[in-house]
Nanobody, 115 residues
Framework: QVHVVESGGGLVQPGGSLRLSCAAS????????VGWYRQAPGKERELVAL???????LYADSAEGRFTISRNNAGRTVDLQMNSLNPDDTAVYYC?????????WGQGTPVNVSS
């Protein structure tokens, strides 16, 4: 059985930083494309960043230059370092793991950027 788990969300002031982490059981993150997505209240889920199997990365325009996606812990996690956060970054952040033709979502971790 596959489980994808996100952690690291919370409340942060504007200009602050958070580091989100995605871990999985039942599948290998090393052999998967892993993405971070987010969904703000009243909005559709949107891509934030992708980490491909070949170690390439892709960022949404809103994340470019502020967020960094990386594999860590010997490939057991895919993390999203978020800097210079602003209220527009407030959302539930989801990890999506794609080992093949079908992918798996986590339950999400909330990020609230507020003073």
């Amino acid at each position: 059985q596959v489980h994808v788990v996100e952690s690291g969300g919370g409340l942060v002031q504007p200009g602050g930083s958070l580091r989100l982490s995605c871990a999985a059981s039942g599948i290998s993150l090393d052999d998967s494309t892993v993405g971070w997505y987010r969904q703000a209240p009243g909005k559709e889920r949107e891509l934030v960043a992708l980490y491909f199997r070949n170690n390439r990365t892709l960022y949404a325009d809103s994340a470019e230059g502020r967020f960094t996606i990386s594999r860590n812990n010997a490939g057991r996690t895919v993390d999203l370092q978020m800097n210079s956060l602003n209220p527009d970054d407030t959302a539930v952040y989801y990890c999506y793991v794609l080992p093949g033709q079908s992918g798996f979502w986590g339950q999400g971790t909330p990020v609230n950027v507020s003073s």
